[in-house]
């Protein structure tokens, strides 16, 4: 599939800044989908508010642009009604870990059959820079001027608590591996989760030295860990900072019933 | 699968379990609610396998969600609640009306605010149903008086919801609710669905102007749909800065609702022509419809859709009586508006019977107040 064939040139052109990290996730997602051959018109998108959540609306394909926190409720409904839909949800550190919580965990615990793209750019972007649940301890925003005193969430490690079928993490410096694990999500059946910790160099590097996007890729390279090797005492903190690590890599790949398979639902599609 | 005609004796919610099966309804998401509860109950029983969906989510919000998302993979969704869970659902019936989503709420009202009276009867949502989301626009709701009403508008619910893409709403209550009684099922049924994207059939959902309610289009067939909560076009391209493109879509979706009204509305007319009438609806018009029945000095115009406001039978009634009484089981929600349109309609003397604490207003406490005001 050619990449315009894919995207909706005619929404263009799109709300995100320069130096963005959504471009990147976009084409690893686009390459992922259109190397599995994929059909685009079974595919619907949903996304809920924020940055991340826009992405649905620039693919060409059904997409369901939702209200906040609630795109995993509405991707549920939206699968169960229509089985043989494939449902794809693109979703923030914000919409997802904040305001949607509880429906993570409980979406990760139902095992519908979706793949969930989460863009963890550590901070409220599109409302211009405050502390969100993944910003790192003692990080600058516009809501933490003395510094962040709160720790950030672990998105990840709770989708694996949870539940998930398949749970990954990498960073937008690892486009092979992310393109790769985007892969294996899309392809298993139950709840899929990819988290990506993205740079938002307008409005969370340049509060934090890191105005230049490419200085926050190398932050990632350098701060990123397999979680295999991650030192314990930072597991246990579930911390990301710079004197600390990014835990990357396949968290677990499973295969517990998916609930669908298990109401039978699939019969009537 | 829908109900077979015939006779049954059951509990008000039960009634709008059958209502909602023989609608059409294929996928339920609900949460544990008092007084409603039973119609989740009742739908996890029957949608099942082939015949749907049902589901207990995490909270009321993740059930209109849900609800919501199901709708657009082209299902009749529906949820039930009650107060509590109906003020967490508002953001998503706000989404429902802006991406014009066909979903029916089932509210089965108790006493508030907050957690209130669990199992006593309330008419305290009326005025949340309308105004409960952020913004201007429209929906539809009906307030059942009866275990019949529980299934009859149900169905009504649906069809009005399919027909108007609009988010419908059974303003019940704890009596009506657990009321048991008679329930007649008739052999034949009006059952509507949506006009779909690229469809041509002769439903009554298809004579609706396409400049009115756009065709729908399910998502999986190659439509390319794109809904979204913000302000859009016609061809859903977010425009939020756009004035003309934020003032035709929410007009539209007002006009869609209230140039619709005779279509919509629905009421039950008792001794017309009476010197006093009484106006209520749900089970506070059950008093005064006692009332009614044995006393030929009043009469009753008890109101069964709410919302849109039936303005035209109140105004009908208003010009030709003396005095109106407007009972409501809240402390006057429906009164300031029912007021203006009886005294625009030339009526001078509009009385007010509010009872809250559980309970509708009994026949004795209606002709008390009637013989306050001169009528009895």
Known sequence: ?269 | MKTPAGEYFLQGNDACVEGAMTAGLRFFAGYPITPSTEIAEGLAHRLRGKDGVFLQMEDEIACISAVIGASWGGAKAMTATSGPGFSLMQEAIGYAAMSETPVVVVNVMRGGPSTGQPTRASQGDVMQTKWGSHGDYQVIAFAPASVQEMFDLTVDCFNYSEKYRVPAFLLSDAEVGHMRGLLKIPEKIKIVDRKEKGMKRTDEAYDVPDDLVHPFPIFGKGHKAMVTGMTHTDTSKIEPEDVKVHQDLVKRLSEKVLRNRKDINKWELMCPGSKTMIVSYGSAALGGKEVAATDSRVGLLRLKSIWPLPEEPIAEIASQCEQILVCEMNLGQLYPSIKRIALEAGCRKIEFLSKIGGEPPTPGEVRHKLRGMGAI
């Open chain 1, 1 to 269: 599939m050619q990449i315009f064939e894919f995207y909706r040139k005619d929404r263009w052109p799109h709300v995100f800044c320069p130096g963005c990290g959504n471009g990147t996730v976009m084409n690893c997602f686009y390459r992922a989908f259109s190397e599995l051959d994929l059909p685009l018109d079974g595919t619907a998108f949903v996304g809920g508010i924020g940055c991340s959540s826009r992405i649905p609306l620039y693919i060409n394909s059904d997409a369901l642009h939702t209200t906040h926190g609630r795109a995993i409720p509405f991707a549920t409904g939206l699968k169960l009604s229509k089985p043989e839909l494939k449902v794809v949800v693109f979703t923030g550190d914000g919409d997802l870990g904040a305001i949607g919580g509880n429906h993570f965990i409980n979406g990760c615990r139902r095992n519908v059959d979706m793949t969930v793209i989460c863009i963890n750019n550590n901070i409220y972007g599109m409302t211009g820079g405050q502390a969100s649940i993944t910003t790192p301890h003692d990080f600058q925003s516009t809501t933490t001027p003395y510094g962040n005193k709160e720790y950030p969430f672990d998105l990840a490690e709770i989708a694996v608590a949870a539940g998930a079928n398949y749970v990954a993490r990498w960073t937008t410096r690892h486009v092979h591996e992310l393109t790769k694990s985007m892969k294996s999500a899309l392809q298993k059946k139950g709840f899929t989760f990819v988290e990506i910790v993205s740079q938002c160099p307008t409005n969370f590097g340049r509060r934090n030295k890191m105005a230049d996007p490419a200085q926050m890729l190398d932050w990632f390279k350098a701060s990123s860990v397999k979680r295999d090797k991650a030192l314990a005492s930072a597991i246990d903190h579930v911390d990301l900072n710079l004197a600390g690590q990014i835990t990357v890599g396949e968290f677990v790949d499973r295969d517990r019933e998916c609930y669908e398979e298990l109401i039978g639902v699939e019969k009537h599609g």
